[in-house]
Structure formats: structure tokens, C-alpha cells
């Protein structure tokens, strides 16, 4: 489909490439595309590159750079860290995670259960916080991984993760705090350590680089099995040729996004309150975390009697791209397990979108896409 | 105009889709998700499986049209697959894609359309909706060896106006060629025959695995004479002859299904033969009609000449001309006048044993 005018709001799901990973991607595949674990000029050159641009990474996040490895993206490096423990592992330990992670950690987390591994969910609140004792109460002696999203990729809301980290190596100092913070980068400045976090998952693409690249960061202080057997690329943690164009990408990227960090946050967060404020005026709406900590990007939204999946197809039509759920292989979207576990009524668990500004949102996009929104609603109701 | 259309990944729909679009109308295609499985996965087997889907996008892709899989499983699963099972555990024999047309398909379906200010729905049925004086008439497909109109006899007047059946004037062979010069690449892709939700398993399997019918029972003839047992009366249907016990000199066949008592009741062929039967919750097109009416008792079963007589406001009475084999409760019968459509309704299993002989 050819359209010139469609506003693309779903930048959660994925971003556009920034100009500057464009051209960082495009400069290595032609100048720096030998395998940067050969012994030759070229070789030496793609190397080169990837250790600049993992030095950058680091310092970005206030980590060392050996303490980053370069994955497929955050669901390599989510599995990585929740499974890899696990893996022939002879003693009952158990892994502590919330209701409301994305798939790569639940999921990984149900295929450990199927291997016999204990597992723990914490619930959460109907504002979509996870509740900070039950999260507590679940980790103990045996708790391998503790495992908690930065901030949810349906809903925006931000978990305590500062405070919650601090009080699980508190009850066991022994525990791995993990993070999946891949929708976090792109509105929050991170720093790894200053955040009590012992590893994370980044993914390129949802902050303007490539996709098939992103991070496993791990704190110097913890060893993890490898995951990925083969070649002894990745200072022998991870087989398989580095991305390295993916890397200089990603590493472009976030420079990008360091240098015009405010200026984006404020118009994002401008288009946004335009976009909420002309739905509220208009329409019977509830937004999720409205009044609680969220991220800037993220406007979940849930419109009185109105089928989601209709109105994101009549939107569609009308040249605006939003999302549901989680999208399955069919295209079909299933009500998501993060409204469920907030107890929002079935009645309304189909009645919400989400809305995702982000980097090359334009003054005036809140507006016009309220208009839109409000339109289609009206239509349909 | 802007037109819905149902796109089952099958050529039919691929071709409708094709036509219209070549038509200059601006389609939008919906696969209807219908069946899943426990992750919400579409099935593997049967119609409506993750293949098919792709397939509809993909031949969506080519004719460079929107399109989207919608979820119509709760809808699905509480009208079709519970009734499915109902009707079984009642000793009937469903139609699931009479059912799921009357209250998945085309309801939930034209709502949709509306929204999405499409004037009209679309379907690969081969049926025809004909104009006749002031109003529209549902009559058989012109190619009358794949005509679907028995599936599509709940709908009524008030629905034709938004309903298009393209394939209504098309032979199978010429949407075949049509599909090919468009470069669809489910031109030659085989029909479906199964039950979507059942594929190729055997559908007492699928019945037992939803409701414990364990209770074993007797298998009597006529006389109430026990010639053998049963291990639950689902896994019968009237006119069924595998599986019958006894049957020397001449071929049994499951003639009554006695679901309060646990019985299946054997008999003759003759004792199968059906001449007055009832029809419940029936509906017309364009009203009753009474004269030079025919009825199908089973899909692409052929017209039999009948009377109708009406018992209440959707209770009738089919007396035919000749009594004929296999009128199986749960089944629809589909009354016709010629090629037009005049109602139906789902055949009784309560009265049929008064009016039988």
C-alpha cells in the first residue's frame, strides 16, 4: 500500500531508523564489512569500529564496555538471561518475574516451567504497577533471577525498579536483578549501575537503529553460560558473526538521541498531552496510568463500547497506525495478558489501543491524530 | 463502493476479491479468524488455518488491497462449537456452516462493514441475489453443481441489499481461469471439504474431548429388542451404517437417536424413509409461499417436491411428495421454488417420530 500522508503512532512496536544509524549503517556494510574476527586490514577496521561504538554504548549507560555483548536483539538477550541459569542447572532454584513482562521474559519463563523450574509471578495493581511486596515475598534463598520490566511496552507505566532492586539483594544478595528495559531507553537516561540493575535487555530498533541488533548488558560482578554455541566471537560469549554495521547503527542512534534528548521528550510529551487532552474533551475515555508515573511515548487508551480491533482497522483506513496487543502470526490480535492481569473487565479488555509517539513525531501530529481518532469514534459508536 | 470481503485463503474468495477490485470498487479483505488453538494459534488443519490466512494476504498483496484477520472466535466458539456439541449430545446431526453463517458470518460481518463505511459485504458463495419488481430474491447459483445456497437460507430481505455473491453467474472452472490470468496463486489450490474446527480428525473425537458422553447403552431394533451396546450415543447419526452390530441378510442403519433413554435404535433402510417431517425456528427470505415448492434436507442433497403446511410462526409442516432416506434432525430443510430460495429451517427430532410411519 502506497500512502503519503499516513501517521504512524506505534513507534512501541518500532521505530524508523534515524538518519545518522542510517548512514552508520550503511558506511560499515561498505567500508567495514569483513568479519571483525578475522586478522586483516578489513578485519581490522569492522573490529575498530565495534569496539568504538561498544565504548559509546557503555559509557551511555554508565556501564564498561566488557560488561555489554551484542545480541539479535532484546529477545535474544531476555531468554539469554532467564534461561541460561536454568540449563541443566541440578538445584531447586527459581526465578522471580511479574504478570505483566513482555513475552520474551514470560514466555522464556513458561518454557522453564515446562522443564520443571520454579517459577513466580508477581500481580500487579489496576494501574499497572507491580506490587512491590508480593514481588519481595516471592524472592528467597532459592531465587535464582529476579526479573522486572524497566516500564511496560503496552501501557507505559514505570516500575520502582531503583527501590526494588535495592530491597532484593537485601533479602538475597545472591539474586541477579534483571531488567528488560527495551522500551525505556527511548524516553529515560539509564544508568545500569546507578540503578542497582545486574543485567538488561536493550534492543536497537525501538530507538531509531536497526533491527536485528541489541544488548545484553551484564554486570562484571556475574558469570552467565553461554547461550549461543559456535565461533568464539563477542569476547567468547556469544557464536556467530558480530552485526557490527548493526552495532555502528545502534551506536549512531543513540548518539542521535543523547544530543536532542530534551527537545524530542518535550515535543513528544507536547503531542501527547494535545492528543489525550482533544480525546478526553470529545470522547468517554480512560487512560491507562493517567496519573501515575508513565512513559512520555506511550498513551494507552481505552474507549467506552468501542471494539478495539474494529477501530484500529477503521484508523488504519484512514491512514493512521496504531496497535492492540500483542501482534500473533496471523495478524489477528489477542486481548493483551497486561490489561487481564490489571483486572480490567473483559467487557473492556477489547476496547483499548495504544498510541506510540516517537522520534520524527511532528508538531501537530497529537492534534491531527486526535481528530482522526475522534472522528472514527464517533462513527462507530 | 466500498466493499468488505470475507477472504478465506480459498480461490473463491480470492477471485471475488479479484473481480470487484478489477471492478474499481475499493475493497478491503478480512479473513475471519474463527477457530484457535490453546496459544491462539490458528489451526494447521482443516479451513481457516495459518496457511490459508497467508494465502488471503498474500493474494490481498498482489490485488494491492487492505486487508486484516479478524478475531471471531468468542462469537465462533459460543454459537458454532458449543451448539456442535450440543446438538450431538442431543442425538442430532449439526450443520456447524449452517450455524455459523446464520449467527457468526454474516450478522457480526455486515455490523462490521458498517463501521468501516463499507456499503457492502462480499462472500465467495455461490449463490445468486436476483432483482425481482421491487425487491431481491436469493436464488441458486447458475453453476448449480457447487450452488451453496442451502448454507445461506437464514438470510433475509432486509440483508440482501448489503450483500454481494459475485460467484453467483460463474462456473468453478471459470473462477479457476479468472484466479490464473490475476496471478493468484490460489488458483489451483484444492476446495475444503472438512468441518474448519474438526479437519480431517474424526469429529467423535472431537465431540468426546469437550463432554464426557462415557455412558455406555443399548442399541435396540424397532420392537425395543437389545441387539447390542453402545459407548455413548454421540458417536451415532441417524442413516449412519459403520460401526452397527448384527446386520446378517440385509444392511442396518441407525434410524433413532433416544438421548434420554441412552438408546440408539437400528433398523432396515425402509424403516429410514421419511415422508412428513417437522421444521423449527424457520425463516423466509421474502415470506411464506406455498405453491411448486421443493426442499433439500442436505447440503447438495437434490430438491424433493413438498408441501408446507404452518404449524406456528416458525414451526412447519414438510409433508413430501415421495417419501425419501436420510431426513437426519439437526440437518436443515431448505425450501425452494425452482432456483429461489423460499426459507428453511432446522429439521425436529420430537415430531418426527409422530409423523413417521
Known amino acids: 500500500m502506497k500512502r503519503n500522508d499516513y501517521l504512524y503512532l506505534d513507534h512501541a512496536a518500532t521505530t524508523p531508523m534515524r538518519e545518522s544509524a542510517l548512514e552508520a549503517f550503511k558506511n560499515a556494510e561498505e567500508f567495514a564489512y569483513a568479519n571483525s574476527a578475522g586478522g586483516h586490514e578489513l578485519s581490522r577496521r569492522a573490529k575498530n569500529l565495534l569496539e568504538e561504538s561498544r565504548d559509546f554504548i557503555a559509557s551511555y549507560f554508565g556501564a564498561a564496555p566488557s560488561e555489554i555483548t551484542f545480541t539479535s536483539g532484546g529477545t535474544e538477550a531476555d531468554n539469554w538471561v532467564i534461561k541460561a541459569p536454568f540449563i541443566n542447572s541440578k538445584n531447586s532454584q527459581n526465578l522471580v518475574t511479574s504478570k505483566i513482562e513482555h513475552e520474551a521474559v514470560l514466555a522464556s519463563a513458561e518454557w522453564l516451567e515446562t522443564q520443571g523450574q520454579e517459577v513466580n509471578y508477581a500481580s500487579c495493581n489496576k494501574d499497572g504497577q507491580v506490587d512491590i511486596n508480593e514481588f519481595l515475598d516471592k524472592c528467597n534463598k532459592d531465587t535464582a533471577i529476579a526479573s522486572l520490566m524497566y516500564a511496560n511496552n503496552e501501557t507505559g507505566v514505570v516500575q520502582q525498579i531503583e527501590k526494588i532492586a535495592k530491597e532484593v539483594k537485601i533479602k538475597n544478595s545472591d539474586i541477579l536483578f534483571h531488567s528488560d528495559v527495551v522500551q525505556a531507553v527511548s524516553s529515560e537516561k539509564l544508568d545500569f549501575h546507578k540503578l542497582g540493575i545486574d543485567s538488561a535487555a536493550v534492543s536497537g530498533h525501538k530507538i531509531g537503529g536497526p533491527k536485528g541488533i541489541g544488548i545484553m548488558f551484564l554486570s562484571s560482578k556475574y558469570k552467565l553460560p553461554n547461550y549461543f554455541h559456535g565461533g568464539k566471537q563477542e569476547l567468547e560469549k556469544r557464536a556467530g558473526t558480530v552485526n557490527v554495521s548493526g552495532v555502528a547503527g545502534l551506536a549512531a542512534a543513540l548518539k542521535e538521541h543523547q544530543d536532542n534528548f530534551d527537545n524530542e521528550k518535550k515535543r513528544i510529551l507536547q503531542e501527547r498531552e494535545i492528543f489525550e487532552n482533544e480525546l478526553k474533551n470529545a470522547l468517554e475515555i480512560k487512560i491507562v496510568g493517567e496519573k501515575i508515573n508513565r512513559l512520555c511515548h506511550i498513551s494507552n487508551i481505552q474507549f467506552k463500547s468501542v471494539n478495539s480491533e474494529t477501530l484500529m482497522v477503521a484508523l488504519d483506513l484512514k491512514g493512521l497506525g496504531v496497535s492492540r496487543g500483542s501482534a500473533c502470526a496471523s495478524g489477528a490480535q489477542k486481548p493483551s495478558h497486561v490489561l487481564v492481569a490489571m483486572n480490567v473487565p473483559d467487557i473492556d479488555v477489547n476496547s483499548h489501543l495504544r498510541f506510540s509517539f516517537g522520534w520524527n513525531t511532528k508538531e501537530g501530529d497529537g492534534k491531527y491524530a486526535s481528530e482522526i481518532v475522534i472522528n472514527t469514534v464517533k462513527e462507530i459508536l | 463502493m ?356
Not at chain 2, 455461490?126 to 447459483?141: M, P, Q, T
Not at chain 2, 440482501?160 to 472452472?173: A, N, R, V
Not at chain 2, 424457520?282 to 442433497?301: A, C, D, K, P, W
Request: glycine share 8%; with cysteine; proline share 3%.
Open chain 2, 2 to 357: 466500498r466493499i468488505l470481503v470475507a477472504m478465506s485463503g480459498g480461490v473463491d474468495s480470492s477471485v471475488v476479491a479479484g473481480l470487484l477490485k478489477s471492478q474499481g470498487h475499493d475493497v478491503i479483505g478480512v479473513t475471519m479468524k474463527l477457530w484457535e488453538g490453546p496459544n491462539g494459534e490458528m489451526p494447521e488443519t482443516g479451513c481457516c488455518t495459518a496457511a490459508d490466512s497467508e494465502d488471503a494476504r498474500k493474494v490481498a498483496a498482489k490485488l494491492d488491497i487492505p486487508y486484516y484477520v479478524l478475531d471471531y472466535t468468542a462469537s465462533f466458539s459460543e454459537n458454532v462449537i458449543d451448539n456442535f456439541v450440543d446438538m450431538y449430545s442431543q442425538g442430532l446431526t449439526p450443520n456447524p456452516c449452517v450455524e455459523c453463517n446464520r449467527s457468526v458470518k454474516f450478522d457480526h460481518f455486515i455490523d462490521q462493514a458498517k463501521k468501516l463505511n463499507c456499503e457492502k459485504v462480499a462472500t465467495g458463495h455461490y449463490a445468486k441475489i436476483v432483482r425481482s419488481n421491487n425487491s431481491l430474491e436469493l436464488h441458486k447459483a447458475d453453476y448449480l453443481e457447487k450452488d451453496q445456497s442451502y448454507v445461506l437460507h437464514m438470510l433475509t430481505a432486509d440483508k440482501l441489499p448489503k450483500i454481494d455473491f459475485p460467484l453467483g453467474t460463474i462456473s468453478k472452472p471459470e473462477v479457476r481461469q479468472i484466479a490464473a490470468s490475476l496471478g493468484l496463486k490460489t488458483a489451483f489450490k484444492k476446495d475444503s471439504q472438512d468441518i474448519c474446527f474438526v479437519g480431517k480428525k474424526d469429529y467423535r473425537n472431537f465431540v468426546s474431548s469437550r463432554i464426557d458422553f462415557s455412558s455406555s447403552g443399548d442399541i435396540v431394533d424397532k420392537d425395543d429388542n437389545i441387539i447390542g451396546t453402545h459407548e455413548g450415543v454421540h458417536e451415532f447419526t441417524v442413516g449412519q451404517r459403520k460401526g452397527i452390530p448384527g446386520g446378517q441378510g440385509q444392511p442396518k442403519y441407525v434410524t433413532k437417536i433416544d438421548v434420554e433413554n441412552n438408546k440408539v435404535f437400528i433398523g432396515s433402510k425402509a424403516d429410514l424413509t421419511t415422508k412428513n417431517f417437522i421444521i423449527e425456528d424457520v425463516s423466509f427470505v421474502n415470506g411464506e409461499e406455498y405453491e411448486n415448492l421443493s426442499i433439500q434436507t442436505r447440503y447438495n442433497s437434490h430438491d424433493i417436491p413438498c408441501k408446507l403446511k404452518k404449524i406456528d410462526s416458525s414451526t412447519y409442516e414438510i409433508e413430501l411428495d415421495q417419501a425419501t432416506l436420510g431426513v437426519a434432525p439437526g440437518q436443515f430443510g431448505v425450501i425452494y421454488n425452482d432456483t429461489k430460495l423460499i426459507g428453511g429451517g432446522r429439521i425436529s427430532s420430537k415430531i418426527l417420530e409422530n409423523v413417521n410411519e
